[in-house]
């Protein structure tokens, strides 16, 4: 079979299993969908008590418990007035308790433990496999399928590194409150990218490994492309995904909105919520991914954007022992992206780094390593 026609059918079986196994497994899991509700109004008489006051706009009495700052149901037979809220301070208070409320309400907690303690074992494992250098082509397109089929198919779209950044935002926005265990969950992938670069979203993300899978079944063995591959440039990528962030976080701040739901691709693993027009962009960022490493992470990705960040303190990162390198220049062949070129030329601002270790195990002289240290700067004039 032509090359291209292989990757292609791969490309579609992967696609096919995909969206066939989410359909299936997030059936067996149900839930909510969650969706922030629109704001309510509520119905005051004078005299109410919190109870009545539940059950005539059908609140959950823990919901109100928690606007009203009572501990269980305790209280919540006292008048309303005795609360001292005004009207608008008391709609306020429950619309954001609310919000909270049912938060929490639609979450899969058993899915989400799993989840987390699935995360730490396969990214610890493939730390382990990295540091010593063992992650080549096969075994790299291995690890990337587990992680598609284990954190998108079988364990779906959320939770997800990005959501916590977006849905943070968004619902912040929204109704003016933070969800803690998603702030919780938040400040745990940024602990990892401290801890060991982009590794989260190089290897457990579940749409940015498929991503990776999709441009890796576009290249050979050896490296080379089968299909044409591109390499922008970091400037236009990260400018891009700046102003989308802006244009983001104003839409959620000044109005409420999501603007990245009606064609978030992480809904791949949950094909149910899809409609048309996430299907068609769903469909381009994928047949992308073919072409350019990560199109989503680089160019859209909340999460990319304030990872990049954090990645500038990484404990871990790809480093090269210049007095050994020959500077033959093969790891920056290898480099799905712009990263290796802009740390041997002192660029001046170094891109995402995803620590997928192609550089290392293409390195002739074991010079690139997953190390911890600061990076030194390449000698003046030994790449040109
Ligand atoms: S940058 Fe890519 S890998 Fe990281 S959270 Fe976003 S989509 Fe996932
Ligand atoms: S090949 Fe590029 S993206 Fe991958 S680890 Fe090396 S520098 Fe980072």
């Given amino acids: 079979m032509k090359g291209y026609y292989k990757v292609l059918w791969h490309s579609a079986l992967l696609l096919a299993f995909i969206v066939g196994g989410s359909y299936f497994v997030s059936g067996l899991w149900g839930g909510k969908p969650e969706k922030i509700d ?16 539940a059950s ?80 080549k082509y096969r075994l790299r397109n291995a690890l990337y399928f587990a992680a598609v089929a284990i954190f998108g198919v079988v364990l779906g779209s959320d939770p997800s590194p990005m959501g916590t950044v977006k849905d943070a935002i968004v619902l912040f926005g929204a109704k003016g409150v933070f969800f803690p265990p998603r702030l919780a969950a938040l400040a745990v992938f940024l602990l990892l990218v401290i801890l060991a670069n982009k590794f989260i979203c190089s290897w457990g993300c579940q749409l940015g490994v498929l991503q990776d899978l999709l441009f890796r079944l576009s290249r050979d063995k050896n490296g080379r492309s089968i299909l044409r591959q591109y390499k922008p440039s970091f400037e236009f990528t990260n400018t891009v995904r700046i102003i989308f962030f802006s244009v983001f976080t104003a839409a959620a701040l000044a109005w409420g909105l999501d603007i990245v739901e009606p064609v978030d691709p992480f809904k791949i693993y949950n094909p149910a919520m899809v409609k048309m027009a996430g299907w068609l962009f769903i469909g381009a960022l994928l047949s992308a991914s073919l072409f350019i490493y990560r199109p989503w992470c680089h160019l859209l990705c909340p999460f990319g954007l304030v990872g990049w960040l954090a990645e500038k303190v990484s404990i871990y990162k790809i480093r090269v022992n ?63």
């Fill in 38 to 53: 629109a704001d309510r109004t509520f119905s005051f008489s004078p005299g109410m008590t919190a109870l009545d006051f």
């Fill in 56 to 135: 005539v706009n059908g609140l959950p009495a823990p919901a109100l418990g928690a606007a009203l700052g009572l501990r269980g149901r305790e209280g919540l037979e006292r008048s309303l007035a005795s609360f001292g809220f005004s009207e608008p301070e008391l709609s306020l208070k429950v619309q954001k308790s609310l919000a909270l409320h049912n938060e929490e309400r639609s979450k899969n907690w058993k899915k989400i433990v799993l989840k987390f303690a699935l995360w730490f074992a396969f990214l610890g494992a493939v730390f382990i496999l990295m540091r010593r250098g063992l992650i």
């Fill in 322 to 384: 210049y007095s050994t390198c020959i500077a033959c220049g093969t790891c920056e062949l290898a480099c799905p992206s712009t990263v290796m070129s802009a740390i041997l030329r002192r660029g001046r601002s170094i891109p995402d780094c995803f620590a997928c270790g192609e550089c290392q195990s293409a390195c002739p002289t074991r010079s690139v390593t997953f190390s911890s240290g600061r990076r030194d700067l390449p000698p003046a004039g030994k790449f040109k």
